[in-house]
C-alpha cells in the first residue's frame, strides 16, 4: 500500500513557477514508477509527465516538454515537478500516482496506475 500527498501548488502568474512535491508512505516507493497527470475544468485527466522506478528514463506530454522536469529522491519518497514558464493552459488539478510500470506507453495510461494522490490546484493568471 502507497499514500501520495502532493503539495506545493498555488496561483502564479504567467511565465512563473512552481514545484510540485508528491510525498509517499512505506518502505517499497522505489519500487513504483510515479506520474502526474493534470485535470482542468470540464476536461478530461490527462497525462504530464512520468519517471521509471531508478529515475533513469522520464517522459513528458509534447505540451510541457522544456518547461517541465520530474525528478524523485528515492531516499525521502518523495517526486517532484518543476514546472517553468508556466501558461494559462497549465491551470488544473494536478495529481501524483504511483504504479508498477516498465513499458513505455503504460506510463501514459492512467488506467495503469495503482495509487493517486488528492491533488494539488496550480493556477495560472495572466
Known amino acids: 500500500q502507497v499514500q501520495l500527498v502532493e503539495s506545493g501548488g498555488g496561483l502564479v502568474q504567467v511565465g512563473g513557477s512552481l514545484r510540485l512535491s508528491c510525498a509517499a508512505s512505506g518502505r517499497t516507493f522505489s519500487r513504483y514508477a510515479m506520474g502526474w497527470f493534470r485535470q482542468a475544468p470540464g476536461k478530461e485527466r490527462e497525462f504530464v509527465t512520468a519517471?521509471?522506478?531508478?529515475?533513469?528514463?522520464?517522459y513528458y506530454a509534447d505540451s510541457v516538454k522544456g518547461r517541465f522536469t520530474i525528478t524523485r529522491d528515492n531516499a525521502k519518497n518523495t517526486v517532484y515537478l518543476q514546472m517553468n514558464s508556466l501558461k494559462p493552459e497549465d491551470t488544473a488539478v494536478y495529481y501524483c500516482?504511483?504504479?508498477?510500470?516498465?513499458?513505455?506507453?503504460?506510463?501514459?495510461?492512467?488506467?495503469?496506475?495503482?495509487?493517486w494522490g488528492q491533488g494539488t490546484q496550480v493556477t495560472v493568471s495572466s
Open positions: 500516482a504511483a504504479g508498477k510500470i516498465y513499458v513505455y506507453s503504460d506510463y501514459l495510461k492512467d488506467r495503469e496506475y495503482d495509487y
Open positions: 519517471i521509471s522506478w531508478s529515475g533513469g528514463s522520464t
